[in-house]
């Protein structure tokens, strides 16, 4: 079962992608957190990845494209992935598209979490996360147990350099301009599955499972 998460900066793709991997026993493949990853090495490639990001730009189409190839032809993926976060734009779209049809593969469905702006900048503003474990922590829905600590490791927890009002809103005309597109594109193929994702977690998350091909397993 492959599967695509698609929504705003902020739409909860991180939170439910956890879930839906657990639950399905599939690949999660998020290109943010590969980027961050590769940032947090301080490696040239990674300063170059950190000043996209913290200018709440895209990575150029290219880079990401090679990324998820390379990523798609590990063994974990055999047995079924979820993409989230790619694709943000056309181009990786139909890069994604000839990939899968190399390998005789297809997207089985494209969930998409619906939230407004306000709501975005909200839960953006008050997210906190673990530099260590990437533990994601939000100071309102999901506080810590202790205050300024991880849950999972105890490191101290930190705002993510994109997360201050005028990058949320940057990355937010990025999501209109170049990813919202995609919306359209998957609706045309009969794929698209959208769900309000402004209600608590578990609800979000129950819906989603009810647009998943295998859900009665
Ligand atoms: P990426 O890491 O993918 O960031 P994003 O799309 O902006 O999404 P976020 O991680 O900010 O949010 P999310 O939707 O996962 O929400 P979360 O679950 O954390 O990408 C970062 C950057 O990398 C991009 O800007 C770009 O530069 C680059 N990049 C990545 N992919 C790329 C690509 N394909 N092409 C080009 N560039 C690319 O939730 C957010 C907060 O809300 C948390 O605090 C959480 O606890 C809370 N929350 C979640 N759900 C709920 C709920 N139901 N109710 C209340 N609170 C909730």
């Not at 957190?33 to 290219?62: H, Y």
């Not at 943000?88 to 890069?95: N, S």
């Not at 994604?96 to 953006?124: H, N, T």
């Amino acid at each position: 079962m492959n599967l695509i998460l698609i929504g705003p900066p902020g739409a909860g793709k991180g939170t439910q992608a956890k879930n839906i991997v657990e639950k399905y026993g599939i690949a999660h493949i998020s290109t943010g957190d590969m980027f961050r990853e590769t940032a947090a090495s301080g490696s040239e490639v990674g300063k170059k990845l950190q000043s996209f990001m913290s200018a709440g730009k895209l990575v150029p189409d290219d880079v990401v494209i090679e990324v998820v190839k390379n990523r798609l032809a590990k063994a974990d993926c055999v047995k079924g992935f979820l993409l989230d976060g790619f694709p943000r734009t056309d181009p990786q779209a139909q890069a994604l598209d000839l990939m899968l049809a190399a390998g005789k593969q297809k997207i089985d469905a494209v969930l998409c979490l619906k939230i407004d702006d306000s709501e975005i900048v909200r839960r953006l503003s008050s997210r906190r996360v673990c530099p260590s474990c990437g533990g994601s922590f939000n100071l309102v829905s999901q506080p810590p147990k202790v205050d300024g600590i991880c849950d999972f490791c105890a490191a101290k927890i930190v705002q993510r350099a994109d997360d201050n009002e005028q990058t949320i809103r940057q990355r937010l005309q990025v999501y209109h301009q170049q990813t919202s597109p995609l919306i359209a594109y998957y609706t045309k193929r009969g794929i698209l599955n959208s769900v309000d994702g402004s209600r608590a977690v578990n609800e979000v998350f129950k819906d989603l499972c009810a647009f998943i091909p295998t859900a009665g397993h």
